[in-house]
């Protein structure tokens, strides 16, 4: 980790990535970059096992009892030695099971949250339809009241991680706005249809929902309160930043042990200043994106809040377009070897352009800045 983010760890915070690191590089990289687009759920229970799924979620509920930030600090120790391993450690702590911890009913959070926090199972989250993507507005499934709940009906795509979870964060119409709700996946009427695999080689899945009864206390928000899970999403922005962030900081390390190993015309390639730059350049933009997503993190705890819509959208913004040129180089480094198909450099080139896409596109990040602009959310803006 960059020495100025470690001097600002508190002891307990230090630990705790040095022993995720040390569980991840003993026992978790030498199957690293051989998962095929599985999920490393072996992994995942090591970790569990060793209390470090849910972190930040609230011991009641088998959780760690920290912040959103030790949860970003465990993302990305995890991702510098195995990216799928924290990927998936991302989703179980900043984007679905976070909704359901921050906004559920108690008898939901003791329902699902312990099967989350053993390592068991993981929810997801259900957003994009084929019609609606960033314009989630536009969404057409809709929650219609009946008895003491809710019928859903409509479809759903792109959903991560199918296979391993238990129910997912569905966002729907309501009759009084926006709103989410935590739908079981053995509940009468849902279906799921076709499997696509994506360039990671991660399996996405379309949901159906045809009729589908959802008791009243599954419902996380809806109207005038969706703003709170719209403020959570920042922390699945942050989220993504971390990941981006640590698949960088692995890309690199690969390439500046290779510019050490590799020689030509009887030296290091890492002493030519053509590679030399490369490197330089590369870390400072891992730098930059790293800054921005501990300060988004850090300020957003310090103050008991979720991060800025601003400072999320920033680190995410910064973060997508760093690892994508990142690894690029970093494969560039590594010359015909990193592009043959099963180079690492090649598998993290392919996971890397995911992140300019998930959590919110780069082209929403940007309209988002803009309109927190014309806010006068940044003190550059007020007159």
Same mark, same amino acid.
């Given at each position: 980790?960059?020495?100025?983010?470690?001097?600002?760890?508190?002891?307990?915070?230090?630990?705790?990535?040095?022993?995720?690191?040390?569980?991840?590089?003993?026992?978790?990289?030498?199957?690293?970059?051989?998962?095929?687009?599985?999920?490393?759920?072996?992994?995942?229970?090591?970790?569990?096992?060793? $209390?470090?799924?849910? &972190?930040?979620?609230? =011991? %009641?509920?088998?959780?760690? *009892? !920290?912040?959103?930030?030790? #949860? +970003?600090? /465990?993302?990305?120790?995890?991702?510098?030695?195995?990216?799928?391993?924290?990927?998936?450690?991302?989703?179980?702590?900043?984007?679905?099971?976070?909704?359901?911890?921050?906004?559920?009913?108690?008898?939901?959070?003791?329902?699902?949250?312990?099967?989350?926090?053993?390592?068991?199972?993981?929810?997801?989250?259900?957003?994009?339809?084929?019609?609606?993507?960033?314009?989630?507005?536009?969404?057409?499934?809709?929650?219609?009241?009946? $008895?003491?709940?809710? &019928?859903?009906?409509? =479809? %759903?795509?792109?959903?991560? *991680? !199918?296979?391993?979870?238990? #129910? +997912?964060? /569905?966002?729907?119409?309501?009759?009084?706005?926006?709103?989410?709700?935590?739908?079981?996946?053995e509940a009468d009427g849902v279906r799921c249809g076709e499997d696509?695999?994506?360039?990671?080689?991660?399996?996405?899945?379309?949901?159906?929902?045809?009729d589908v009864y959802v008791p009243d206390e599954h419902v996380l928000?809806?109207?005038?309160?969706?703003?709170?899970?719209?403020?959570?999403?920042?922390?699945?922005?942050?989220?993504?930043?971390?990941?981006?962030?640590?698949?960088?900081?692995?890309?690199?390390?690969?390439?500046?042990?290779?510019?050490?190993?590799?020689?030509?015309?009887d030296q290091p390639i890492g002493d030519f200043q053509g590679i030399?730059?490369?490197?330089?350049?590369?870390?400072?933009?891992?730098?930059?994106?790293?800054?921005?997503?501990?300060?988004?993190?850090?300020?957003?705890?310090?103050?008991?809040?979720?991060?800025?819509?601003?400072?999320?959208?920033?680190?995410?913004?910064?973060?997508?377009?760093?690892?994508?040129?990142?690894?690029?180089?970093?494969?560039?480094?590594?010359?015909?070897?990193?592009?043959?198909?099963?180079?690492?450099?090649?598998?993290?080139?392919?996971?890397?352009?995911?992140?300019?896409?998930?959590?919110?596109?780069?082209?929403?990040?940007?309209?988002?800045?803009?309109?927190?602009?014309?806010?006068?959310?940044?003190?550059?803006?007020?007159?």
């Open positions: 980790m960059n020495q100025s983010i470690e001097n600002r760890l508190t002891d307990e915070q230090q630990l705790l990535v040095s022993s995720v690191e040390q569980i991840a590089e003993q026992e978790f990289t030498d199957q690293a970059f051989t998962w095929q687009g599985e999920h490393p759920w072996e992994n995942i229970e090591t970790l569990a096992e060793h $209390g470090f799924i849910g &972190v930040n979620f609230d =011991e %009641k509920y088998g959780g760690g *009892g !920290m912040t959103e930030y030790e #949860a +970003v600090l /465990l993302i990305e120790a995890l991702s510098q030695y195995c990216p799928d391993t924290a990927d998936v450690v991302y989703s179980l702590h900043l984007v679905g099971p976070l909704s359901v911890h921050e906004l559920g009913s108690e008898s939901v959070k003791e329902e699902y949250l312990p099967r989350v926090t053993s390592g068991d199972t993981r929810i997801g989250i259900a957003i994009s339809e084929p019609e609606a993507g960033s314009d989630a507005q536009s969404m057409t499934t809709a929650a219609e009241p009946e $008895g003491d709940g809710y &019928v859903l009906s409509g =479809e %759903k795509t792109w959903l991560s *991680g !199918m296979s391993d979870s238990s #129910a +997912v964060v /569905l966002w729907a119409q309501f009759p009084d706005g926006m709103g989410s709700l935590l739908l079981d996946l696509f695999t994506n360039m990671a080689g991660h399996t996405q899945t379309q949901l159906f929902l045809d928000v809806h109207g005038s309160q969706f703003k709170e899970q719209l403020r959570a999403l920042n922390w699945e922005r942050v989220g993504s930043s971390t990941l981006a962030t640590g698949i960088a900081t692995c890309a690199f390390s690969k390439a500046y042990e290779y510019s050490r190993d590799r020689t030509q015309f030399g730059w490369k490197l330089a350049d590369m870390l400072k933009r891992i730098e930059a994106s790293r800054a921005l997503t501990h300060s988004a993190a850090r300020d957003a705890v310090r103050e008991g809040r979720a991060p800025t819509r601003l400072s999320a959208s920033i680190a995410k913004l910064h973060s997508s377009e760093m690892v994508e040129a990142v690894v690029s180089e970093a494969l560039q480094i590594h010359g015909a070897n990193g592009y043959m198909k099963g180079h690492e450099l090649e598998y993290l080139y392919r996971l890397a352009r995911g992140r300019r896409i998930a959590a919110g596109t780069d082209e929403i990040q940007k309209e988002g800045i803009v309109a927190e602009l014309e806010r006068g959310s940044h003190p550059a803006t007020r007159s």
